[in-house]
């Protein structure tokens, strides 16, 4: 992970930077554009929803290796069932 510093001198990684900045986002919003981005992937033929559903398997991919270890093992086996969900689901729009 990379090290940056922030105005004060802290030394702070990215993924640090990452977490602050998802921690911001209103829970309710995150959940509407995810369910948006998984119906239109779904819902959308061809390639079209096969990228949408890609961005969001990447999305999910990203929030979960970057909180992978302050999480439970219950929710990291989890995550890791709906990601390969959302992959497979992603492959079967391109087939």
């Known amino acids: 992970m990379t090290r940056v510093r922030t105005p004060t001198g802290a030394a702070v990684t990215t993924s640090d930077h990452f977490l602050r ?3 911001r986002v209103n829970p309710t919003v995150a959940f509407v554009a995810a369910l948006a981005l998984l119906l239109a992937g ?3 033929p061809g390639i079209v929803g096969a990228l949408l559903l890609g961005v969001l398997a990447a ?8 909180t992978w270890p302050v999480q439970s093992p219950v929710t990291r086996v989890v995550r890791v069932v709906l990601l390969t969900l959302l992959v497979v689901a992603a492959l ?4």
């Open 21 to 23: 900045r998802l921690a």
């Open 59 to 66: 999305g999910l991919a990203t929030l979960t290796f970057t």
């Open 42 to 44: 779904l819902f959308l």
């Open 92 to 95: 079967s729009k391109v087939l």
